[in-house]
């Protein structure tokens, strides 16, 4: 019991950003939220969710003669301006069958995936925090990775 309030705010931590996760799972299938962030080098990133998935885009330097909803037109410099920092968007979601997408080119890359595949490890944080500490041998460490490859494996296979 040498680290039992540390082990206590563990799992309190992860528990309430499990219900956090639970609750903006809920929401996205009413509403498409999303975060978008221009930085100095205009790199476009968003992260945000949509029926029942998360996602996270990055555009590789967006180019200034590029047009999206961050540019406003600067009449005294004729090119567009960007802002820079986080905004907020919003609107009704559009229903997708949740899946996995991994898309990657030379100017972009695209993460979506359904909200259960970040609930699932969430919750096992929280657990892991009731299990006292103890050793674990060599074979159980071999096992647990082959059961995690196992897992991935079959991931893998569902998505192609």
């Given at each position: 019991?040498?680290?039992?309030?540390?082990?206590?705010?563990?799992s309190?931590?992860?528990?309430?950003?499990?219900?956090?996760?639970?609750?903006?799972?809920?929401?996205?299938?009413?509403?498409?939220?999303?975060?978008?962030?221009?930085?100095n080098?205009?790199?476009?990133?968003?992260?945000?969710?949509?029926?029942?998935?998360?996602?996270?885009?990055?555009?590789?330097?967006?180019?200034?003669?590029?047009?999206?909803?961050?540019?406003?037109?600067?009449?005294?410099?004729?090119?567009?301006?960007?802002?820079?920092?986080?905004?907020?968007?919003?609107?009704?979601?559009?229903?997708?069958?949740?899946?996995?997408?991994?898309?990657?080119?030379?100017?972009?890359?695209?993460?979506?995936?359904?909200?259960?595949?970040?609930?699932?490890?969430?919750?096992s944080?929280?657990?892991?925090?009731?299990?006292?500490?103890?050793?674990?041998?060599?074979?159980?460490?071999?096992?647990?990775?082959?059961?995690?490859?196992?897992?991935?494996?079959?991931?893998?296979?569902?998505?192609?």
């Amino acid at each position: 019991m040498k680290y039992r309030k540390l082990r206590i705010a563990w799992s309190m931590a992860w528990g309430f950003a499990a219900v956090l996760l639970v609750a903006l799972w809920v929401r996205s299938y009413w509403c498409e939220d999303w975060l978008d962030r221009v930085d100095n080098a205009f790199v476009l990133t968003s992260v945000g969710s949509n029926a029942g998935e998360i996602f996270i885009n990055r555009a590789y330097p967006v180019m200034a003669e590029a047009k999206f909803d961050h540019a406003t037109f600067d009449p005294f410099q004729n090119k567009p301006t960007y802002r820079h920092g986080w905004e907020f968007w919003s609107c009704a979601a559009s229903y997708d069958s949740p899946s996995f997408v991994w898309t990657s080119s030379s100017n972009s890359l695209a993460v979506q995936a359904p909200f259960w595949c970040i609930i699932i490890p969430t919750i096992s944080f929280i657990i892991v925090g009731f299990f006292p500490p103890s050793k674990f041998s060599l074979r159980t460490l071999l096992i647990a990775m082959t059961l995690i490859a196992v897992l991935l494996g079959l991931i893998v296979w569902l998505t192609t």
